[in-house]
C-alpha cells in the first residue's frame, strides 16, 4: 500500500502476515497497528478489520486465510487504542479516538474508501468511522456488538452487565506494576470464556494467553488495559447519532452471543433510518467473536456484500 509513515519491522503470525505499525497524527502523534492480507491492489475495494476487546489483528487470523475473502477485498486489520501495537502520545484515549485515527490510516495509506467490518467493540468503531466520514465508509458489517452504552435498557433485553465484569478489573489494575508484569491468566480466561464460549479449545486459549501476555506487560500494558476496560465500560451510547450513517449495514449476530443479545440486535438495527439497506442476520449457535466462531458464515456473508455494495 502507498503512503509514508510506516515503521520498519512487525509481528509475524501463523498466518504469513505481519502486524506492522504506521504514523498518524491523531492524540499528539500515534503509531497504529495494521495488518494487510496481500499487497494493495487499487482495482479492489477495502475492507477493514477491527478487534475485539483485548485481542489484536490476530483475531482475524480464519478472514486472511479465506482465499475468496482475500480476492474480494483488500483486508486492513487495524488496532484500536489500546490493542495491540497501536500507541498514542496522549495519555487517554476512546472509540472515537480510534475511529479518527483509523480514518487517518486512510490517509496514510493513499485509500479513499473502505468498507469495515467490526467484532463487538469493532462494530461501534466502525459505526463512529460511518458517522464521521459518511463519504468514506461504503458499508458496515457489524458482528456481536452493541449501538448502546451499558445500559439498564441493554440488560433488560438479555445482554450481559458490562459494569459487573469490567469494575473489578479496572480496580484491580490501578495501581503501577514492575516491568515483569503481565495480564493475569484469570483475565484472559474470563474474556476468552464471553468471546468463544466455555469450551475454548486448548490451542485457541493457548495462543491467546501468549498473544495477552505479549500485549499486556510492564506497566504501560497494564495502563493500556485499565483505559480499555474504562473505554469498555463507561463508553458513550450511538442512538442519538446513527441516521448520520448513510451506507449499508450487514449486522450478524450469534444466537449464543452471551455479551449482547439478539432481541437488542434486534431493536437496533431498526436505528438506522438513512442507511439504504440495514439486515440484520443471526447465525445459529454463534459466540460473541463471530468471526472466529462461524467463519464460513461471516466471509460468505461478507464476500457477497462487499461484491453487492462495491
Not at 490451542?203 to 505479549?214: D, K, L, P, S, V
Amino acid at each position: 500500500m502507498a503512503g509514508s509513515g510506516r515503521a520498519v519491522g512487525g509481528v509475524m503470525s501463523e498466518t504469513g502476515t505481519t502486524t506492522e505499525t504506521i504514523t498518524v497524527p491523531h492524540l499528539g502523534t500515534s503509531v497504529i497497528g495494521h495488518r494487510s492480507a496481500r499487497p494493495y491492489d487499487p482495482s479492489l475495494p477495502t475492507l477493514v478489520l477491527v478487534n475485539s476487546f483485548s485481542t489484536s489483528a490476530d483475531l482475524y487470523r480464519p478472514q486472511f486465510a479465506d482465499d475468496e475473502l482475500a480476492a474480494t477485498a483488500n483486508l486492513l486489520a487495524l488496532e484500536p487504542y489500546g490493542h495491540g501495537r497501536t500507541r498514542a502520545s496522549y495519555a487517554q484515549f476512546t472509540y472515537w479516538d480510534s475511529a479518527v485515527a483509523d480514518l487517518q490510516v486512510l490517509d496514510a495509506l493513499g485509500i479513499p474508501d473502505a468498507f469495515v467490518l467490526g467484532t463487538s467493540q469493532g462494530g461501534w468503531v466502525a459505526a463512529r468511522m460511518a458517522v464521521l466520514a459518511p463519504d468514506r465508509i461504503r458499508g458496515i458489517v457489524a458482528l456481536g456488538t452493541s449501538m448502546d452504552t451499558e445500559s439498564p435498557r441493554s440488560r433488560d433485553l438479555g445482554c450481559w452487565d458490562g459494569v459487573a465484569f469490567c469494575t473489578p478489573a479496572i480496580d484491580a489494575l490501578a495501581a503501577p506494576v514492575g516491568d515483569d508484569w503481565v495480564v493475569p491468566a484469570e483475565m484472559v480466561d474470563a474474556v476468552l470464556a464471553e468471546g468463544f464460549g466455555p469450551d475454548v479449545p486448548p490451542a485457541e486459549r493457548a495462543f491467546w494467553h501468549a498473544r495477552h501476555q505479549e500485549n499486556y506487560a510492564g506497566d504501560d500494558g497494564r495502563e493500556r488495559l485499565r483505559l480499555a476496560s474504562v473505554n469498555l465500560r463507561d463508553r458513550d451510547g450511538l442512538h442519538g447519532r446513527l441516521d448520520g450513517v448513510r451506507c449499508p449495514l450487514l449486522w450478524m449476530h450469534g444466537t449464543e452471543d452471551t455479551v449482547y443479545s439478539v432481541a437488542n440486535a434486534e431493536e437496533e438495527i431498526r436505528l438506522f433510518p438513512n442507511s439504504p439497506h440495514a439486515e440484520l442476520r443471526v447465525v445459529e449457535g454463534g459466540r460473541h467473536f463471530l468471526s472466529a466462531s462461524d467463519p464460513a458464515a461471516v466471509d460468505a456473508a461478507t464476500v457477497e456484500f462487499v461484491r453487492r455494495w462495491a
